[in-house]
Antibody, heavy 121, light 110 residues
């Protein structure tokens, strides 16, 4: 059973924002960092950032600084990734991934099934 | 351009052994950070194959093995099977903080 369930596909216009959710189950949500990784069509994996569900602390890849916000709601065990000022090249599948191991040698042991975000006018 | 460099494609016949390389630098693999490998079947999320350079999670066949040397790492697959046809990604840590992936390698089973 996959312990990370993501929200459904989204279609957005350029300039809009999108918020993707990732509900965790079967483990202590606050015990593991949650990372977000995206994959553009036909392309490789790109790390976007991470969120500490325990403290709310975040680290973002430089490329997304100022456009991405990662948050969590510990009461319902859900992580969120919001990307603003969307462009057509933000069209991608967005994955949440649980980070296991010890910092900084994390490995992503569980992944959500992904959320397709399409940006089109 | 990915921080970690992988060959775009590799191929092999059933039963053969193939290796996939992952070349980094002194700020990631060369700095001693662990290397992970993921397998991504078409239309699915990545799956952890190897962590900590050479450790297999439970359920991953021992046909898959990982190693590292200097600023590079390798994934070896022995006894190639049709079901191994997939994309493979290496991953490590770089500075800033920043977790990085290779560009991916498409494995074709002939």
């Amino acid at each position: 059973q996959v312990p990370l369930v993501q929200s459904g596909a989204e279609v957005k216009k350029p300039g809009a924002s999108v918020k993707v959710s990732c509900k965790a189950s079967g483990y202590t949500f606050t015990g593991y960092y949650m990372h977000w990784v995206r994959q553009a069509p036909g392309q490789g994996l790109e790390w976007m950032g991470r969120m500490n569900p325990n403290s709310g602390g975040t680290n973002y890849a430089q490329k997304f600084q100022g456009r991405v916000t990662m948050t969590g709601d510990t009461s319902i065990g859900t992580a969120y990734m919001e990307l603003s000022r969307l462009r057509s090249d933000d069209t991608a599948v967005y994955y949440c991934a649980r980070a296991a191991g010890f910092s900084p040698n994390y490995y992503f042991d569980y992944w959500g099934r992904g959320t397709l975000v399409t940006v089109s006018s | 351009q990915s921080v970690l460099t992988q060959p775009p494609s590799v191929s092999g016949a059933p039963g053969q052994r193939v290796t996939i390389s992952c070349t980094g630098s002194s700020s990631n693999i060369g700095a001693g950070y662990d290397v992970q490998w993921y397998q991504q079947l078409p239309g699915t999320a990545p799956k952890l194959l190897i962590h900590g350079d050479s450790n297999r999670p439970s359920g991953v066949p021992d046909r898959f093995s990982g190693s590292r040397s200097g600023t590079s790492a390798s994934l070896a697959i022995t006894g190639l099977q049709a079901e191994d046809e997939a994309d493979y990604y290496c991953q490590s840590y770089d500075s800033s903080p920043n977790w990085v992936f290779g560009g991916g390698t498409k494995l074709t089973v002939l």
